[in-house]
């Protein structure tokens, strides 16, 4: 029997709405095969710029360290070259600083010798007034002489022939009293002469007093200067010190940026770290492939530089690494982290990093 026309219809539409259907599940297919492209595409896009990304702090960090060398480079030789002219200048304050010292000394020897001279003089100017008070006496007693020898000869005179023998005797006094008398008077002029050269000694000497008391004051003002001149120096010589150590901390940051090549991602995992001392048990908070950071616990005795050995185990990953401590923070909760630079990348690790980074957090 042929099919009715109801049944027609139903059959029609059923066929229809099947087709559309089909349709529907086509396109709802390519969709999810567009959505699943999308996400693919999406995927690769953020691994290419996580890469990228790597890539360019890497750069940044090689960048950084380079102008950071170069900087500290620059600048020590500029400081190398200060040092030796800060030395240099030391160097003279101190020979100056010698030498001031050995003209004061000689000065005030100087200044001992013209005193003494001076006291030498005004004591041979005293001898000679005592000299010359000597002679006045002489000359004194000539001129009694003389007087005696006037009236010896009066007498004589009025003997006679008796009084010959003694007249020759007068004459011989007179004689002698005269002669007496013109020695006394050229020591009396040769005595005068010398006080005046004595007294123009001490003048002199008192004026050479003076001058070196003059020098001496300049030289202690000179002392001043070159003490003040060497405190000055020695206050640059701390200073450039200073301004070196700082250069040095400079290389330690570029240090710190080489060491910071690789990135840190953060991870769980357990680390064993073994000193000759003492074994620790931390948590592993971030991992590179040159280091990795951990939480110990409080009052561990781990310090900066202590060489240390590494048993970490992170996501079924295990590895043992000789490192040392780089890093050691004290957090405000009072928690401790260290971190820890491994000294030679352990087999494995990179690619596991690197897998870590590429499947994201």
Request: charged fraction near 25%; charge should be negative.
């Amino acid at each position: 029997m042929s099919p009715t026309w109801p049944d027609r219809v139903r059959g029609s539409g059923a066929t229809t709405s099947a087709q559309r259907i089909d349709e529907l599940t086509a396109a709802l297919a390519d969709r999810d095969a567009e959505l699943d492209r999308l996400r693919a595409d999406r995927d690769e896009a953020a691994q290419i710029a996580q890469v990228e990304q790597v890539r360019l702090n890497q750069r940044l960090r090689r960048r950084a360290k380079e102008a950071i060398d170069s900087t500290a480079d620059v600048i020590g030789g500029k400081l190398e070259d200060v040092v030796v002219q800060v030395g240099a200048a030391r160097d003279a304050a101190a020979a100056t600083q010698e030498r001031v010292t050995i003209t004061n000394d000689a000065a005030e020897a100087l200044v001992q010798r013209a005193r003494s001279a001076d006291e030498a003089a005004t004591a041979l100017n005293a001898s000679l007034r005592q000299v010359a008070g000597i002679a006045s006496v002489i000359s004194r007693i000539a001129s009694q002489t003389r007087l005696l020898a006037l009236n010896a000869t009066i007498e004589a005179v009025r003997a006679g022939s008796a009084g010959s023998g003694f007249a020759v005797v007068a004459d011989e006094v007179k004689g002698l009293a005269n002669t007496t008398a013109d020695s006394t008077e050229q020591i009396t002029s040769t005595i005068a002469a010398l006080e005046a050269d004595v007294a123009q000694m001490g003048e002199t000497l008192s004026a050479i007093i003076r001058d070196v008391g003059e020098i001496e004051d300049a030289m202690r003002q000179l002392g001043g200067i070159a003490d003040r001149q060497s405190d000055i120096v020695m206050l640059l010589h701390q200073s450039v010190d200073a301004t070196m150590a700082q250069i040095g901390d400079l290389s330690d940051v570029a240090e710190r940026l080489e060491r910071r090549r690789h990135d840190r991602l953060p991870v769980r995992g357990r680390v064993s770290i073994t000193t000759p001392a003492q074994t620790v048990d931390a948590e592993i908070v971030d991992l590179s492939a040159d280091g990795l950071g951990c939480m110990v616990a409080r009052g561990v005795s781990l310090t900066v530089g202590d060489g240390v050995r590494a048993e970490l185990t992170v996501d079924g990953f295990r590895a043992t690494v000789e490192a040392k401590v780089a890093r050691r923070l004290q957090r405000d909760d009072g928690s401790l982290e260290i971190g820890l630079e491994f000294l030679e990348i352990p087999a494995g690790v990179e690619d596991f990093v690197a897998k870590l980074g590429a499947d994201g957090p």
